[in-house]
């Protein structure tokens, strides 16, 4: 689709191939992506935007299906511009571009416990956008502010309150990038806190396909909560367990598999195509709704066109 576009001092670059973008390394091709050069650039790109055209705001692509057919709209995704951190007592800013395990290893080495964020894939934007969380804590948890700016080109800041935070999932006017995201976490001493980190880290390798190209966790867990991490975690309800009741661990579809080693995670083997990916899923949530009744939701968030 061809449009004008306001001039930038970031980076534009037309039909781009989003699947290098993103962790299953499928998809097809973006009308444009824009790599803002810092606030101010993004603030007066979208100003500047004509207000019919879609925006695509995409973190690190780790928890995103990019069908087939591409995407009609412009993709926003942050850099160098947006991965700056500043800790001041227990208060911990950071651009959104910043990877959840570097914001989780500085709060710690500062004495801020933001240790549950160090095994979570993506950026610190995408952790709010998803709530993402585990053993037992959720970024809602910890979650102070985030500048926002909005599809006219504001630069606003919004509290919890705006998000609406529930399980996965949060609430953010349309077309908004989120830019700069300040978390709060309890004191914990540096060296505790690095062998939590550790120790966490080990226990994911263990159990999760750590290796293989995902894109984490595919569905939420019905039960809606995530692993607590404890002696006493249930499973009864956990998406892991649902998929193995249903038989459909190890189940495959061309280069598409749920994974033997742990079945809530949707693996691209090689070659798979999107619709391989989304069809599988789609063929996981019947079966698991014949066995058990259950109807699982896609935590992988699923855009664009199929061919």
């Known amino acids: 689709m061809s449009y004008e576009l306001p001039d930038v001092r970031g980076t534009l670059t037309a039909q781009k191939d989003l699947s290098t973008l993103t962790w299953l390394r499928v998809g097809g091709p973006a009308d444009w992506l824009f790599q803002p050069a810092d606030v101010d ?24 299906i990019v069908r087939d057919g591409g995407l009609r709209a412009v993709v926003i995704r942050l850099g160098r511009g947006f991965n700056s951190i500043d800790i ?18 500085k709060a710690a080495d500062a004495g801020v416990d933001l240790t549950f964020l160090r095994t979570i894939p993506g950026s610190i934007g995408g952790a ?11 970024t809602a948890d910890v979650f102070r502010s985030a500048e926002v700016v909005t599809r006219d080109g504001q630069v606003i800041t919004l ?19 989120l830019t700069r995201v300040t978390l ?21 390798d263990a159990t999760q396909p750590t290796k ?29 367990k649902v998929i193995d009741d249903a038989g459909m661990r190890g189940a495959q579809r061309g280069g598409a598999q749920m994974s033997e080693k742990h079945s809530n995670f949707l693996i691209n083997t090689g070659g798979a195509t999107a619709a391989d990916l989304e069809g599988l899923g789609e063929e996981v949530r019947k079966k698991v709704y014949d066995s058990s009744g259950i109807t699982l939701e896609w935590e992988i968030m699923r855009i664009g066109d199929p061919i």
């Open 41 to 64: 650039d993004l603030r007066h790109f979208l100003a500047a935007l004509d207000p019919a055209i879609s925006v695509f705001p995409m973190g690190v692509g780790s928890n995103l």
């Open 88 to 105: 001041v007592g227990n208060t911990v800013t950071a651009g959104a571009a910043v990877l959840d395990a570097h914001v989780a290893r």
């Open 128 to 138: 709010v956008r998803m709530n993402a969380g585990c053993y037992g804590s959720y």
């Open 159 to 177: 509290e919890a309150d705006a998000f609406n935070f529930r399980y996965r999932q949060s609430d953010l006017p349309e077309g908004a990038v």
């Open 184 to 204: 709060e976490g309890p004191n914990g001493d540096p060296d505790t806190l690095r062998a939590r980190m550790a120790d966490q880290l080990a226990k994911r």
């Open 212 to 240: 293989d190209r995902s894109a984490g966790s595919t569905f939420r867990n019905p039960a809606g909560f995530s692993s607590t991490g404890k002696a006493d975690d249930v499973h009864d309800l956990k998406a892991w």
